[in-house]
């Protein structure tokens, strides 16, 4: 599988250089994008920009890879997807399960807002109820 890899300060971008992203790539894009949850910068951007087509599974394999971003603290954003692809998602309901940007700018900035917010939780006083 081709990927562009992008580092930067605060997260990564993978770029998927494949104009089919077939079921039988699923395993090989998930070692690559869990490798990241090991990593000091763990958050991720997505990028779709070149695909075309996605089979359901590589699809469902998104959505469960995601989630365990999400529970393990760090930001999956997927951002620049093909109108195709988009009403693939949206038919067979995994389109409301992703978290989603037009552009890339616009998943840096979910990704910058998501930090800040783990910040913010961090940070919050632990309140405690005193019986």
Excluded: G
């Amino acid at each position: 599988m081709k990927v562009k890899i992008d580092t930067k300060e605060k997260f990564n971008v993978i770029s998927i250089n494949e104009d089919h992203l077939s079921a039988n790539m699923t395993d090989e894009l998930s070692e690559l994008l869990l490798s990241y949850l090991n990593n000091e910068i763990k958050n991720l951007v997505l990028s779709f920009v070149a695909v075309n087509k996605i089979d359901q599974a590589a699809a469902e394999k998104i959505v469960e890879l995601q989630q365990l971003f999400y529970d393990n603290n760090a930001s999956f954003v997927v951002c620049e997807l093909q109108p195709q692809v988009e009403k693939f998602l949206d038919q067979n309901e995994l389109l409301e399960r992703m978290n989603i940007t037009p552009t890339q700018s616009e998943a840096w900035d979910i990704v910058q807002m998501e930090l800040i917010e783990r910040e913010l939780l961090d940070d919050a006083p632990n309140p405690h109820v005193d019986d």
